[in-house]
């Protein structure tokens, strides 16, 4: 199998020739600036750690450009929120950049962009005290904008598949820890705004991941997700404590991860001989049908580039 073959037969849940390997890590904000930078970042780091496939980044495109999220302090304003439309340069600039890495890896290998769940994207931006504040005081105009902004979010995604090339999403989903919101105050809330694209994503490509995020480190309430349909699964083993053979069974599909992604743990301080016994511990529980070796979310950028190549090499030993 060469690197597409596999990865598209790991989406599908068929058996794999070995365990394809996809572990990222954010661009570094000196390159965003400039996006011919930005694209050779992103090059150079696959041919460094020869990963089978990409996880595209969205860096640079994080808080959501709407003015009225300027200095917001009421929950009515959210009211007056509009849509950016799809010539907007949040979506242009981004469908634009990532057609130009795209190419760069001239179809060697399957390639997913960074979306994130429209109230991620507004969170982004105001942070997580004044989103808290503005949904405990309307959670209807909190529902209205991400609407609004689903609606355009919508039209990134088909920009980023149908355009750019990319062959699905990576839709991370965030803000289910359990201390933050009830089962059905995310259902109610939060819900109607990002399944929605999850699902028109689904429309146009099979070959989706969702991202379970944890990355606030306190356990999701993962039961709100379960009816979010990807392909594959990327979820946070050691935040939610779901080893490989269970994360099969609870999500029915492939999943993605298995080393713990926080600076100090196994993947930055083991030996190599370490690390390839750690990789063939979890191939081992994983097996070479519906499992993609990764980590539990994006990887420090003080990770030599090195060390994730050991992980991929010692994969395909096995």
Avoid at 154 to 174: P, T
Avoid at 197 to 219: G, K
Wanted: glycine share 6%.
């Amino acid at each position: 199998m060469n690197k597409r073959e596999r990865v598209i037969a790991a989406f599908q849940g068929k058996e794999t020739d070995h365990v394809p390997v996809c572990m990222w890590q954010h661009v570094p904000p000196e390159f965003w600036a400039d996006d011919d930078q930005f694209v050779k970042c992103q090059l150079d780091a696959y041919k460094n750690t020869d990963v089978d496939f990409v996880k595209l980044s969205a860096d640079k495109y994080f808080g959501w450009p709407a003015p009225v999220l300027d200095g917001i302090t009421s929950a009515k304003e959210l009211y007056d929120i509009q849509p950016l439309g799809a010539d907007h340069p949040f979506i242009r600039g981004q469908i634009e950049r990532t057609k130009k890495i795209v190419q760069g890896l001239n179809g060697e290998c399957v390639a997913i962009y960074l979306i994130f769940a429209p109230i991620c994207y507004l969170r982004l931006q105001i942070g997580y005290d004044m989103m808290m504040k503005l949904i405990r005081e309307d959670p209807e105009a909190m529902k209205y904008a991400c609407n609004v902004i689903a609606g355009d979010v919508k039209h990134l995604v088909r920009g980023i598949i149908e355009e750019a090339g990319c062959d699905g999403i990576f839709f991370s989903v965030q803000n289910a820890e359990e201390n933050r919101f009830t089962y059905e105050e995310y259902r109610e809330w939060i819900t109607p705004s990002e399944k929605p694209v999850l699902d028109y994503a689904n429309t146009l490509s099979s070959m989706n991941a969702i991202h379970l995020c944890a990355w606030e480190e306190i356990p999701n309430r993962l039961s709100v997700w379960a009816d979010y349909k990807a392909a594959v699964v990327s979820w946070s083993r050691y935040i939610d404590l779901m080893d490989i053979q269970e994360a099969k069974k609870q999500f029915g599909c492939t999943v993605w991860g298995g080393f713990d992604n926080r600076a100090g743990t196994t993947l930055y301080t083991a030996s190599r001989e370490e690390l390839e016994e750690e990789v063939r511990k979890l191939i081992e529980q994983g097996g070479k049908t519906g499992y993609i070796l990764g980590a539990d979310c994006s990887i420090h950028n003080e990770l030599p580039e090195e060390r994730i190549r050991w992980v991929v090499e010692a994969a395909r030993k096995i």
